[in-house]
């Protein structure tokens, strides 16, 4: 019999969080058609969720120190599940926008409270534990977009496959959450909000963390379009792209740890970003079932541990609140929604979706020229 603890509770959150995202990228056509709007109108449906979570993620460190990160977690998580079940019965556009909204305040708060639980495990436990908890996000994506795309394959109604989902992780989601211990105190203590002058190394992982939310984004924002209207698959093969991208994530997140002990933090983003850039120069370049299988796999390899390493980082740079440093990062990944998934759905638009990935080489590009002249401030 499994005993719950806080360690198998943080992990089993970052997994249902994730695993809503598995049902939105795969359901991402139909929710296009659902609205009857085009790629720029996807592109602003993301601007929408980001724009939510952003304003929360502002005033996170804040109402995680006044109301603690267990019950910010319980308001996320909760709020998340029940505006699910209005998604099927919404036609009209800008009324979709307000709900995307309302989904990103709900998700944002929680990314933060769930990833400073996290960074305090890994302090209480001193050892690198942050991509073992990442893996689980990106398992949850694989699953449910796995699910989702063994449901749309059967052709289960949106509704339907809603109310499943929502019916079974609701009640483990509010289960888990008494298993979290209490913050730690030394995790609020430092700077009080993300006001204030950063040192490098912030900015260092606020750029590691936009060129790899980018690219996650990319994949689950598109891919689902990309097989459908690039590769011209139907059924299950919609979601071959994000499932292989999502199980590779999982398995470099499961190794992640070991390897960058391994290898030391600069020596682990460096082999990171090269398979990143070979993984979207073959997605961007051809256009088959197999390119894509491969291409999206090399990508999930090279991305699986960019996003822990930031967050593990921020989390213990010295006079920083953990929360504030969390924040930030939390910030970085869903400002890149502010502005990038208009330009993509444009992308998609007018050069053709095939192209959505290809501006990531450059992000990529430039962290590659940034870590080279900044390998000492990679060290905390």
């Known amino acids: 019999m499994i005993k719950f603890n806080d360690i198998i509770s943080c992990r089993a959150l970052f997994f249902i969080s994730s695993f809503y995202i598995g049902l939105w990228t795969i359901r991402t056509p139909t929710i296009k058609d659902q609205l009857q709007t085009d790629y720029i109108g996807i592109g602003y449906i993301y601007a929408s969720f980001a724009l939510g979570s952003i304003l929360i993620m502002i005033f996170s460190s804040n109402i995680i120190k006044k109301f603690s990160s267990k019950t910010t977690l319980l308001f996320g998580g909760v709020s998340q599940s029940l505006l699910w079940l209005l998604v099927p019965f919404i036609y009209e556009y800008q009324i ?41 996000f990106s398992l949850g994506i694989l699953l449910g977009s796995f699910l989702t795309s063994v449901l749309l394959e059967f052709k289960m109604s949106f509704f339907l496959n809603i109310c499943i989902y929502v019916g079974g992780l609701l009640p483990l989601t509010i289960l888990f959450i008494n298993f979290l211990q209490k913050d730690l105190i030394d995790s609020i203590k430092g700077k009080a909000n993300i006001f204030f002058f950063w040192p490098m190394i912030i900015f260092i992982l606020v750029l590691l963390t936009i ?32 499932i292989s991208f999502n199980f590779f994530m999982v398995l470099g997140r499961l190794i992640g740890d070991s390897i960058r002990d391994l290898l030391g933090i600069y020596k682990y983003l460096i082999l990171l970003i090269i398979l990143s850039v070979i993984g979207v120069a073959i997605i961007s370049l051809f256009n088959s079932i197999l390119s894509s299988i491969i291409g999206f796999s090399i990508l999930g390899s090279g991305l699986s541990g960019i996003i822990p390493l930031a967050y593990s980082l921020a989390g213990k740079i010295k006079g920083i609140d953990s929360a504030v440093g969390i924040s930030i990062i939390s910030i970085a990944a869903y400002g890149v929604f502010m502005v990038a998934p208009a330009l993509m759905g444009y992308l998609a638009k007018y050069l053709g979706i095939n192209y959505v990935f290809s501006p990531m080489i450059l992000f990529f590009c430039l962290c590659l020229c940034v870590l080279i002249f900044n390998k000492k401030k990679l060290s905390i």
């Open 211 to 242: 060129t790899d939310s980018l690219s996650e984004g990319g994949v689950d924002a598109w891919a689902a379009l990309y097989m459908r209207d690039a590769v011209h698959v139907t059924g299950f093969n919609i979601g071959i792209a994000t």
């Open 96 to 136: 979709f926008l307000i709900i995307t909204f309302l989904f990103g305040c709900g998700y944002g708060i929680f990314e933060v409270a769930i990833n400073l639980q996290a960074s305090n495990i890994e302090k209480r436990e001193n050892k690198s534990m942050m991509s073992s908890f990442h893996a689980f």
